[in-house]
């Protein structure tokens, strides 16, 4: 889902082209966070950040030279508890690249392919008599081109196809669970226990999970959100291939390493992965941008989703990002593949969105990353 301010935010790691008079200053800017990773700035300054957004802890892992340079992990993952390397996070959201990633290994070694129909296979009763399931294929579950609301509670607790799938996109968490059951039925093995065989294992993420283990025991990010709302149990006994995937720092690092890496991908999935659907960057949206970077006569920014991720270009350069949102939550992860530089945020804060800007702006410094839309 294309979240204005927070795109904007991400926009300015790539950077408008600079004028003349600031290339020099920007480029010295980029040499000195380059030398120290930002991690100086942060251990500084990630203290006070945490208590003025009111948010219990963060998580950061940062990516050099598609390497894990290193990561870092601040505040209490409950109240009295430090948080650490160990501690489980709700990913949210970005449990959407993990599942899109198992499904993008199995069609890249010929499983399935992500243009076939999945009706064969998996039918949701509530739509078994819309001759649209039929169209329904693992790329416009991916790709959030289903034409399903996010979630079916959204239209009165029954799954419905809105519009033609393809003809639109709408951000679906549906869409994910869908394509996994799908997978799930074709393969005729637990989805979780897929993930765990085709990705988690190859990569060696020992500690990540969809559903609820007994290493969870007194590991949790307890979450902090609004006090007038009841926080639900996140903590699933079955398999979600949209939300609430628990992992460490490290291990999601990992997992962005081999993604940038395209490991366990054929190039032309690999290829189609990063490619833009449509793109979604309205045009005031863009004036906002361009006017914010001092170029508006340069100022080429398209963003909109690919397989998995939210892609975006700023004159030319590709950019893959997804962020993540629960009760008490906030993800965010991007990458460069040109550059091979990459970031993963956690909190269990609500108000952690304000801290992983933060922190993007530390690892990042452009003028675009303070810019609201």
């Known amino acids: 889902m294309i979240r204005p301010a927070l795109v904007v935010a991400v926009l300015g790691c790539v950077s408008a082209i600079p004028a003349a008079g600031q290339e020099k200053a920007q480029s010295s800017a980029r040499t000195v966070a380059a030398k120290k990773d930002g991690r100086v700035e942060i251990d500084a300054h990630v203290a006070e950040w945490l208590k003025e957004s009111d948010v219990p802890s963060v998580a950061v892992a940062f990516i050099k030279d598609r390497r894990l340079a290193w990561t870092a992990v601040y505040g209490e993952q409950s109240p009295g508890v430090a948080a650490t390397g160990k501690t489980l996070y709700n990913m949210a959201s970005l449990t959407k690249p993990v599942t899109a990633e198992t499904v993008l290994r199995l069609a890249s070694a010929g499983k399935f392919s992500l243009d076939e129909s999945m009706s064969p296979f998996w039918l949701d009763p509530d739509i078994k008599d819309d001759p649209w399931s039929k169209l329904l294929t693992p790329r416009l579950c991916l790709s959030h081109q289903t034409g399903f609301a996010n979630w079916r509670r959204m239209t009165g607790g029954v799954l419905k196809i809105r519009w033609e799938p393809g003809a639109q996109t709408g951000y679906s968490g549906e869409g994910y669970n869908y394509v996994g059951r799908f997978v799930e039925k074709k393969m005729e093995k637990p989805f979780d226990a897929l993930a765990q065989e085709i990705v988690f294992d190859p990569i060696g993420m020992k500690e990540t999970s ?16 609004p006090k007038a709302e009841k926080p639900v149990d996140t903590v699933p006994q079955a398999w979600n291939g949209a939300d609430l995937l628990r992992t460490t720092i490290q ?3 990992k997992f ?30 863009l004036k906002n941008v361009c006017r914010t970077a001092g170029e508006p006569g340069h100022c080429l920014v398209t963003a909109g989703m690919g397989l998995g991720w939210e892609v975006k270009t700023v004159n030319g350069e590709k950019l893959l990002d997804h962020n993540g949102s629960d009760w008490g939550v906030r993800t965010f992860v991007m990458f460069v593949p040109a550059r091979g530089i990459g970031v993963v945020v956690f909190t269990n804060g609500e108000n952690g969105e304000a801290v992983i800007k933060k922190v993007v702006e530390v690892l990042y410094p452009n003028r675009l990353s303070t810019a609201k839309m």
């Open 251 to 253: 291990d999601y690092a």
């Open 256 to 285: 962005v390493v081999s993604v940038m890496h395209d490991e366990g991908l054929t190039r032309e999935i690999a290829e189609e992965r990063v490619t833009l659907t449509r793109d979604r960057m309205k045009p005031e949206d």
């Open 210 to 225: 969809y559903i609820e283990k007994a290493w969870y025991a007194r590991r949790l990010a307890v979450p902090r959100g």
